[in-house]
């Protein structure tokens, strides 16, 4: 496992930073699947007789399974390099595929829990945070900018999956055999894609770490924790996270029973097109929002994600369903919103904590997400599943919810306000040298 160490990944003196990117980009797009999970959610329940909060269980243990991985996982992406981290995802998340066919193939719907939630959950969380220290070390003048082009895939994976999946699944069929097949087909794939990340990524060489490291504050991981910072931004990304995958996981379904009863219902292929839509929209949102955030600051940016996005849910909930492109447009500002948040706060942890162990510290914030992987979907998908039981339909079934996620919103917007830099007494008093 030579290849694999981080002391094989050290670049030669003039190696082109701008290379670093794509390799990010490589396992980004592939891990960012997860957002069109909502295309397999109809035929999984249609196949398996599922219920909508059943069919979200392996989206939300995946959620869940990125948070921790990246957490537990954080110290090990710092120590061991971005390609040892970045084999580990692609290893994981291809499994978890195949496991998911197994389990489609065989109906047995744990397995598709099991492969890709939980297996491929750990793809997840090691492959998103794979990349986030090194582009930091390696763009110091622009970290907002450079985290978004990377994390900017994730959230625009979808915008391939969503019709390429969509597709397979006409083609193979959307019984168990045909989601079987879609699924071993994304398994080889992915693995195949994700290789280019393994093989291009590298590292800066020691002197540039020093020279970052010299440039900033800095405050170790285990110290973060201790700070009321890191809790106040745990909150502000679980918040701004719930609102956003709450209506991403249910994107499909969602914008049907929207206009069911109108006289221009959503087809199955263009709630396939919308999904696509609200990945472009992630994507988009996570490198022009990180990019301004370099302008105007981490603190307004987040002003601007949480307080316009409240206005924003208001008037999908009183006036979502008068038109289709106010629905849309209003959708896909949200995810705009949801995609720049995950692509500003490691930017925003730079700024507040240093460069030190960023990465550590990135993966323990995005335990807040695995909170809000449960969250997000659990409330859209309950209150919708009980407003179906109590015979409502259209855009009763999630007006609830909707006042709920701006609720939440308007509480994320509050703990921004909260943030100030962070006290002395947790900087390390000196780290130049050392090697990380």
Not at 225 to 232: D, G, I, K, M, V
Request: one cysteine or more.
């Amino acid at each position: 496992m030579g290849f694999l160490d981080r002391s094989r990944t050290i670049a030669p003196p003039g190696w082109n930073r701008w290379l670093i990117p794509p390799a990010a980009l490589s396992v980004h797009l592939a891990i960012g699947q997860a957002y069109a999970w909502s295309v397999f959610k109809p035929p999984l329940e249609g196949a398996l007789d599922l219920t909508g909060t059943q069919s979200a269980l392996p989206f939300q243990l995946g959620i869940v399974m990125l948070g921790l991985s990246a957490a537990f996982g954080g110290t090990l992406v710092e120590r061991n390099g971005p390609r040892w981290a970045m084999f580990v995802s692609a290893t994981c998340f291809s499994s978890g595929f195949l496991i998911s066919a197994l389990g489609a193939w065989t109906q047995q719907y744990w397995l598709v829990v099991l492969g890709y939630g939980f297996v491929g959950g750990i793809g997840l969380g090691i492959g998103y945070i794979s990349p986030v220290s090194t582009l930091i070390k390696w763009f110091p003048d622009r970290p907002g900018m450079a985290t978004g082009i990377a994390i900017m895939g994730f959230g625009g994976g979808a915008l391939i999956a969503s019709p390429w999946s969509a597709q397979m699944l006409e083609s193979f069929g959307r019984d168990s055999g045909g989601i079987a097949r879609a699924f071993l087909v994304h398994g080889v794939v992915y693995a195949v894609f994700m290789s280019v990340g393994v093989l291009l990524v590298r590292v800066p060489a020691q002197v540039v770490e020093r020279e970052v490291v010299r440039s900033a504050v800095n405050v170790s991981a285990r110290n973060a924790l201790r700070t009321p910072q890191f809790w106040l931004l745990w909150v502000v990304l679980c918040f701004n996270v719930t609102a956003g995958i709450g209506i991403l996981e249910k994107a499909s379904p969602m914008i049907r029973d929207f206009f069911a009863g109108t006289s221009t219902p959503v087809a199955a292929g263009a709630a396939a097109g919308f999904v696509a839509l609200l990945s472009l929209a992630n994507m988009v949102g996570r490198i022009a929002w990180s990019s301004t955030s370099d302008l105007v600051g981490r603190k307004n940016v987040y002003r601007l994600y949480l307080g316009v996005g409240a206005l924003t849910y208001l008037v999908l909930a009183l006036a979502g369903n008068a038109s289709k492109p106010l629905f849309v447009i209003c959708a896909m500002l949200i995810l705009s919103f949801y995609g720049g948040g995950f692509a500003t706060v490691p930017a925003y942890l730079k700024d507040l904590f240093g460069t030190y162990q960023v990465g550590a510290i990135h993966g323990r914030l995005l335990t807040a997400w695995s909170l809000a992987g449960v969250l997000g979907p659990l409330i859209v998908n309950a209150i919708a599943d009980g407003g179906k039981a109590a015979g409502r339909s259209g855009p009763d079934l999630y007006t609830v919810s909707l006042f709920i996620m701006m609720a939440l919103l308007v509480l994320g917007f509050a703990a921004n306000e909260l943030v100030r830099p962070v006290a002395a007494k947790y900087h390390e008093p000196e780290v130049e040298g050392v090697v990380r």
